[in-house]
């Protein structure tokens, strides 16, 4: 019996020391070669992971070694698809093989696959879900535990098919709006379908709009701004520029904006000079360095994860503050750091 209280005083010791350290809340941006894979982390151990990079084992095992190995994970609480393209669906067929993975969400398998889809990794994603998914629509949320000592989070849907918050389901991508209004043509690939997402942490906020494209980018900030001003931009489509219309940008107005593009995909001339453009933008981070262009449009290599090619996969981690007034931005395979204000 004695031991028996004596096991219950240490487990209560051991949890209440571990609720006392106040924690942070953290998203990495994980390499997966110009594909997408973005872990959160809420400060009560709650995950979520967008996207999943490609159908490679070299993606899963890097997802899962971060989640695992580095975040201290046993499991993916809720893994979301922003749209059905190789780099970011790909992955979890393999990951979730390896690593438990609880809640699946997307913005719906559409009943005919246009041409940019593909028919073999939907059907693993079927196999891998069991059907049991969740669509998320423009105005949805996702909630996450929390509790008193903790700022607010607050995780909401902006953009999902084309349409955005307050629209009509099927209301045109297209939509004429802003003095200097200059669509592309209708984008008809599974990009425009992508999910938009806004994080929230206290006063920290945080965008992720997948591989959202230019005529619905337009369409989050005008007539009405959806967004607001964030601290941390991902940049869209990893940096390609049929996306990040400089309308989105200069609305946005990051303090932080991270592109997770591959040494030869994204990472954009024009869509850096579009960052550089914006007065707020204080830090823009590269996952790597785009080898296809000069140092001059690359961001500095203190800002980059990966400088060669032939690289060992190394991720940006953000740590947003116990009472999310300020986030600090590693490059850990660096050793460098730099810590920001929340607006
Ligand atoms: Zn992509």
Not at 64 to 85: E, M, N, P, S
Not at 171 to 186: N, R
Not at 286 to 293: I, M, P, S
Request: with cysteine; glycine share 6%; hydrophobic share 40%.
């Amino acid at each position: 019996m004695r031991r028996f209280f004596l096991v219950l005083l240490i487990v209560l010791v051991v949890s209440s020391c571990s609720t006392a350290a106040p924690k942070t809340l953290d998203i990495y941006f994980i390499d997966v070669e110009g594909g997408a894979a973005t872990l959160i982390v809420t400060p009560l151990g709650e995950s979520m992971l967008i996207d999943s990079g490609f159908p490679e084992q070299r993606d899963a095992e890097r997802i899962r070694h971060v989640a695992k190995d580095v975040a201290g994970l046993a499991q993916i609480d809720h893994y979301i698809t922003t749209h059905w393209h190789r780099d970011h669906v790909g992955g979890i067929t393999l990951l979730a093989k390896s690593f438990p993975v609880k809640n699946f969400y997307d913005h719906g398998i559409p009943a005919v696959l246009s041409t940019d889809i593909n028919q073999q990794l939907i059907d693993a994603y079927r196999a891998v879900t069991q059907g049991k998914t969740i669509t998320l629509n423009a105005g949805d949320q996702i909630k996450f535990l929390t509790d008193r000592s903790l700022p607010r989070i607050n995780f909401r849907v902006v953009a999902s098919n084309a349409v955005v918050v307050g629209e009509a389901a099927g209301s045109p991508q297209i939509t004429p709006c802003g003095a200097d209004f200059k669509p592309i043509d209708e984008d008809k690939t599974d990009n425009a379908n992508s999910l938009g997402m806004l994080l929230t942490f206290g006063a920290f906020r945080f965008f992720d709009g997948g591989d959202l494209t230019w005529n619905v980018e337009n369409k989050l900030v005008c007539p009405k701004d959806l967004i607001g001003a964030v601290d941390l931009f991902q940049v869209d489509h990893h940096g390609a520029s049929n996306s990040n219309n400089p309308e989105l940008v200069r609305s946005l107005k990051p303090r932080v904006a991270i592109i997770d593009n591959g040494p030869r995909k994204g990472a954009d001339p024009k869509t850096y000079a579009t960052l550089k453009s914006v007065r707020e933008v204080e830090a823009i981070y590269q996952l790597h360095k785009n080898v296809v262009t000069t140092w001059l449009e690359n961001t500095p290599a203190a800002y980059i994860a990966n400088d060669d090619e032939n690289c060992q996969g190394e991720f940006i981690k953000v740590s947003v503050s116990p009472n999310g007034r300020s986030y600090r931005v590693e490059i850990p395979g660096k050793k460098i750091a730099t810590t920001y204000q929340v607006r």
